[in-house]
C-alpha cells in the first residue's frame, strides 16, 4: 500500500474539518442569539457537575458506569470488543469502527454523572463488530466451533432486545393520562408549569420555565439551578403549577436543591397542594396556585423558642414552635424543629423525638429522616434553615401534668447516637436534649 504524502493528509484533514467547524459555528451562533448565555450553559453543564470531588471518586464512578454498561450488554460488548481486536490485527476495515470506543475514554476526565443514554453513540459500532465476528463464525471461518459460537452468540444477544420490545409492545400505559388530565382541568393552554418530569408539560401542552426545561440531577447538585433561581422564575413566568417528585426511589430533580426546605415553604405559601399522585414509580406532589394570587418570594417561618445545642460537629437545633402546648389524652402533639448547619454530616441521621412524662418514662415517640427522607443531613448546607415537622400521639391513659420533648440523632441501622452539646460546648448525658418549653397534658 502506498503511503499518502503528509501534504495530501493535511488537505483531506481541512476539507474534513472545515466545513464541519463551519456549521458548528452557524448552530452555534444561531443559539447565542437565541439564548446569549448559551456557551456558559452548555460548558457548565458538563463541566461544572461534581468539579468539586476528588480525582480518584470520579474515576470511580466512571469505571462503575463502565462496568454497569459491560452488565446491561453482557454478550454484545465483549464479541464487539473481541471483533475490533482482530479487525486491528488484520488491518481491515474493522479499524475504522474501533476508533470509536476512545472516545468512552474521555469519560475518565469529566467530572459530571453519565448514565446509560450517554453510550447511545456506540450501539451501531458494536452491532457491526458483533455481527462481522458472528457472520465470520456462521460462514465457517473458524471451522465447527465457530459456527456454534456463532449461534449461541446471535441468540444471546438478540433475545434479551426481542424481550424487551415485546415487553414495550404490550403495556398499557393507564397512569400517565389522569396525570395530565389533572393538569388541563385546573391550568388553561398558556398558563406555565413546572414539573420534575419534563414529559408532564410536554403532553399536556403546557410551557415550562427556562430552567424547567434543564432540570436534570447533575444540573441542581451542581448548583448550576438553585432553588433560589426556581423561585424567580416561578415569578417571573407567573408559573400556575408546580409538580415535584417525592418518591425516594425515582425523585432525582427538585429534592435534590440546594435549598429544597426554603423551596417547600414557599410553595406551602403560595400554592395548595392537590394531594400526592402515583405514575409507575414517581410520587407526584402537585401544587396549585389561584389564578387570581399573586406570588411571595419572601422566604416565611416563625421560630418560637431558640435552642443552641450542637448535634456532633456540625450540626445545630437552632428552635422549635410547638403548635399547642397544651393538649389532652389521645390528642396530637405537633411541634416543628429548626435546624442548620455549618457543614454537611456525610452520616444518614435519622431524628428521634420522645414526649417525656413527668417520672420520666417515654410515652410517645416519633422518629424519622429529616423532611421524611428527602433532605437528610448529608444535604445540610451551610446558612440555610431546615424546618422539619413531627407529631407525636398522646397516649390515651396519659396522667395529666408537665410533660416534655426530648430530641436527639441516631443511625436507624446501628442504632448509634450522635453526641450531643450545649451551646457552651458541654456534652449532653444520654445524648438527648429536652427542650425548655413544657408540654400540659389536661385530665
Do not use: C
Not at 399 to 407: F, L, Q, S
Amino acid at each position: 500500500r502506498r503511503k499518502r504524502p503528509f501534504s495530501q493528509f493535511v488537505r483531506d484533514g481541512l476539507w474534513l474539518s472545515v466545513p464541519l467547524l463551519v456549521v458548528l459555528g452557524l448552530f452555534v451562533g444561531l443559539f447565542v442569539r437565541l439564548s446569549p448565555n448559551f456557551i456558559d450553559l452548555v460548558l457548565g453543564h458538563h463541566l461544572a457537575q461534581g468539579s468539586g470531588e476528588a480525582t480518584g471518586v470520579i474515576w470511580a464512578r466512571q469505571l462503575g458506569l463502565y462496568a454497569e454498561y459491560v452488565s446491561f450488554y453482557p454478550v454484545l460488548v465483549p464479541v464487539a470488543i473481541v471483533s475490533g481486536i482482530i479487525g486491528i490485527v488484520r488491518n481491515d476495515v474493522r479499524r475504522r469502527w474501533v476508533w470509536q470506543f476512545v472516545m468512552v475514554a474521555s469519560f475518565l476526565v469529566l467530572s459530571r454523572e453519565f448514565g446509560q443514554r450517554h453510550f447511545m453513540f456506540l450501539l451501531p459500532v458494536m452491532a457491526l463488530l458483533a455481527a462481522w465476528l458472528i457472520a465470520e463464525g456462521i460462514n465457517g471461518r473458524y471451522r465447527w466451533w465457530g459456527r456454534i459460537f456463532a449461534v449461541v452468540a446471535l441468540i444471546a444477544i438478540i433475545l434479551p432486545f426481542i424481550q424487551a420490545d415485546a415487553y414495550r409492545a404490550q403495556w398499557d400505559d393507564q397512569v400517565t393520562q389522569p396525570i395530565l388530565d389533572l393538569i388541563t382541568d385546573n391550568t388553561q393552554p398558556n398558563d406555565t408549569i413546572l414539573a420534575d418530569d419534563i414529559g408532564l408539560a410536554y403532553y399536556s401542552g403546557r410551557p415550562t420555565t427556562y430552567s424547567g426545561a434543564a432540570l436534570s440531577h447533575g444540573a441542581i447538585t451542581s448548583r448550576q439551578i438553585t432553588a433560589e433561581l426556581l423561585i424567580d422564575e416561578i415569578v417571573q413566568d407567573n408559573v400556575r403549577m408546580v409538580i415535584v417528585d417525592t418518591s425516594l426511589l425515582t425523585g432525582n430533580h427538585m429534592v435534590f436543591l440546594d435549598d429544597y426546605p426554603r423551596f417547600h415553604r414557599f410553595l406551602e405559601y403560595n400554592f395548595e397542594r392537590l394531594g400526592n399522585f402515583r405514575r409507575d414509580f414517581q410520587e407526584l406532589d402537585v401544587w396549585l396556585r389561584a389564578e387570581n394570587r399573586g406570588i411571595d418570594a419572601n422566604d416565611y417561618y416563625s421560630i418560637a423558642n431558640t435552642d443552641g445545642t450542637r448535634f456532633g460537629e456540625s450540626l445545630f437545633l437552632h428552635g422549635y414552635t410547638v403548635v399547642d402546648d397544651t393538649v389532652q389524652p389521645g390528642d396530637t402533639l405537633a411541634f416543628t424543629l429548626f435546624w442548620t448547619a455549618d457543614a454537611p454530616d456525610d452520616h444518614y441521621w435519622s431524628v428521634f423525638t420522645h414526649l417525656i412524662s413527668p417520672d420520666g418514662q417515654i410515652v410517645g415517640q416519633h422518629d424519622k429522616v429529616p423532611y421524611d427522607g428527602l433532605f437528610p443531613t448529608s444535604h445540610w448546607q451551610s446558612g440555610i434553615v431546615v424546618d422539619d415537622r413531627f407529631a407525636i400521639a398522646v397516649p390515651p391513659d396519659a396522667a395529666p401534668g408537665e410533660y416534655r420533648i426530648g430530641v436527639g440523632m441516631y443511625d436507624w441501622i446501628t442504632g448509634e447516637q450522635l453526641p450531643l452539646f450545649t451551646p457552651d460546648g458541654e456534652p449532653i448525658p444520654d445524648n438527648r436534649t429536652v427542650i425548655a418549653q413544657p408540654i400540659t397534658i389536661l385530665p
